[in-house]
C-alpha cells in the first residue's frame, strides 16, 4: 500500500497497518486501491528538480558575473524545468 496516497486520498485516515486504514476512532476505513496505485504526487517535481539543478553557488556565480554566464545558466535551469514541469 502507498500509504501516502491513502492520507491524501482519504482525509478521514489517520493509521495506517500494513494494507489496513483506520480513522481516529479506530475504525477500518474501506479505500479504493486501483485510486490508491493510480495517485502521483504532486510534489514529486520538486525533488527531481532540486537534483538536477546546478549547485546554488554556480547559479549565483553566473547572475554575479551577467552577460553570457547568466544566460547560459538560466538555460541550464529553464530545461530542466521544462524536463520536470509542475
Same mark, same amino acid.
Do not use: C, H
Given at each position: $500500500? ?7 486520498? *482519504? /482525509? ?5 497497518v500494513g494494507e ?5 476512532? @479506530?475504525?477500518?476505513?474501506? *479505500? %479504493?486501491?486501483?485510486?490508491?496505485? !493510480?495517485?502521483? %504526487? /504532486?510534489?514529486? *517535481? ?7 539543478? /546546478?549547485?546554488? @553557488? %554556480?547559479?549565483? %556565480? !553566473?547572475?554575479?558575473? @551577467? @552577460?553570457?554566464?547568466?544566460?547560459? $545558466? ?10 520536470? /514541469?509542475?
Amino acid at each position: $500500500m502507498n500509504a501516502q496516497a491513502v492520507y491524501a486520498l *482519504y /482525509p478521514q485516515v489517520v493509521k495506517t497497518v500494513g494494507e489496513e486504514a483506520f480513522d481516529i476512532d @479506530g475504525n477500518e476505513v474501506t *479505500y %479504493d486501491q486501483d485510486a490508491v496505485n !493510480a495517485w502521483v %504526487d /504532486p510534489s514529486a *517535481y520538486k525533488a527531481k528538480r532540486a537534483a538536477e539543478y /546546478p549547485p546554488i @553557488g %554556480d547559479q549565483l %556565480d !553566473a547572475l554575479w558575473k @551577467g @552577460g553570457d554566464a547568466a544566460a547560459e $545558466m538560466l538555460a541550464t535551469v529553464q530545461a530542466v524545468k521544462a524536463k520536470y /514541469p509542475k
